[in-house]
């Protein structure tokens, strides 16, 4: 890039980044507020933003995760998981690149892409609890409950995180009744809100 296309390259990131700081999801877990059609065309706009980034430079794998995490906001799955896996040939084995696809592969009904890029992230960081659980519930979407079990039991081994002890009982309750799981995040989220509700 020459000088010029540098300054441009790095001022159109920085506003893109400041139009989505605080509006994009973090850590897989859902955002708080709605999606209303100023804050959808705040983040189109950062969508315009990064993709000006990238014609600039086609390898800014960090543009690329932040595409993926906009589009995530927006419940376009598909576009973040494309995104994200276009992040992680450019700069492989990055365990938040891999992590938010394999989430977005849940989404989507996509088990055994999310057990891979699952797998990918905990080869990164083994010790991470979150990535064990991360990878337990890919398990546990494709059906595969006794690794799911023997995944989440690692993650939650003497850890006090509510969404893995959570997500422990979700195995636990599908290795007793013996019942296939959905195989979508949100249909096991919809499943698991309907038995609490029930029971």
Known sequence: MTPEQIEEHNHTFEQAVELIKSEIILDGRPHASGLDQPLRSKLERALELFARVLELNSENWSAMWLVGKVYQRLSDYSAAFASFVQADKVHPLQPDVLREASICAMYMGRSEEAILYARNALECQPTN??????????????????????????????????????????????????????????ALEDYWKKRSRAS
């Not at 991360?134 to 023997?150: M, P, S, Y």
Request: proline fraction near 3%; glycine fraction near 8%.
């Open 129 to 186: 609890r979150g990535l064990h659980a991360n990878l337990a519930l890919a398990f546990l979407l494709a059906g595969r409950v006794d690794e799911a079990k023997i995944t989440i039991d690692k993650a939650t081994a003497g850890s006090a995180d509510t969404i893995a002890q959570t997500l422990g009982r979700m195995i636990d309750h599908f290795i007793a009744v013996g019942r296939k799981p959905p195989n979508t995040t949100a």
